[in-house]
């Protein structure tokens, strides 16, 4: 079974430790990125299979959907959806999550509902 890599951008070093952390005991391997710039180069060099985004750099957006368009990215916020939030979604973003109600079990349901699921043989 191929483990889906996670990317999550977000310039706080300590949670994207955490995420790395939940995300490897929940089965996945996560690639972390404290800058856009970082996160545009890993995505090009290794397609995750869903971005986890920080609000703050969704200026990013636009660049991380257009070198994988068909990978879906969640914004992570400390705020409530915004202007810039809904924005974001608008432009193509698949989902929000609140960082201080997100724990391990509830970023695990949110990464299961967004992912394609495999198409099973009949």
Known sequence: ?????ILCLDNDELLLE???????????QPLKAATPTEAIALVRREPPALILLDLKASAALPALLEATPATPVILMSTTEIDERALAALEAGAAGFIFKPALN???LE???ADT????????
């Not at 079974?1 to 890599?5: A, E, F, N």
């Not at 955490?18 to 996945?28: H, I, K, N, P, S």
């Not at 992912?115 to 009949?122: A, F, G, H, S, T």
């Open 109 to 111: 349901q949110i990464i």
């Open 104 to 106: 391990g079990r509830k």
């Open 115 to 122: 992912l394609p699921q495999p198409e099973v043989m009949q």
């Open 1 to 5: 079974m191929q483990t889906h890599k």
């Open 18 to 28: 955490v995420l790395a952390l939940v995300l490897e005991r929940a089965g996945f």
